[in-house]
């Protein structure tokens, strides 16, 4: 499956952005989606997911409350809408499919390339 990201930008702490993915190449909706982001100096690390069907969402625990992750199976597409960004969200984020449907972060083996989220303070 292949995976484009699009949404980053600058924006001002306490604001909000939304990052879409669109995806082609195999059956969406058997996938379930995730978002992860790579800060400078820092490992990747796992932001939020969401089961093939949508049922079920995860998030880091840090974001829960001001990222909510979506998706869209008619639209081939997930997003994250992201409020209340602070400069410490300030990273590359990047979207993942996961074959298996359910969403474990160890399962995750398709990647984008990553779009830039910076939050100025």
Wanted: proline share 2%; charged share 15%; aromatic share 12%.
């Amino acid at each position: 499956v292949q995976l484009v990201e699009s949404g980053g930008g600058l924006v001002h702490t306490g604001g909000s952005l939304r990052l879409s993915c669109a995806t082609s190449g195999r059956t969406f909706s058997n996938y379930a989606m995730g978002w992860f982001r790579q800060a400078p100096r820092k490992e990747r690390e796992f932001v939020a997911a969401i089961s093939w069907s949508g049922a079920n969402t995860y998030y880091a625990e840090s974001l829960k409350g001001r990222f909510t992750i979506s998706r869209d199976n008619a639209k081939n597409t997930v997003h994250l809408q992201m409020n209340s960004l602070k400069p410490e969200d300030t990273a590359v984020y990047f979207c993942a499919a996961d074959p298996t449907g359910w969403g474990l972060v160890r399962n995750f083996n398709s990647w984008g390339l990553g779009t830039q989220v910076t939050v100025s303070s």
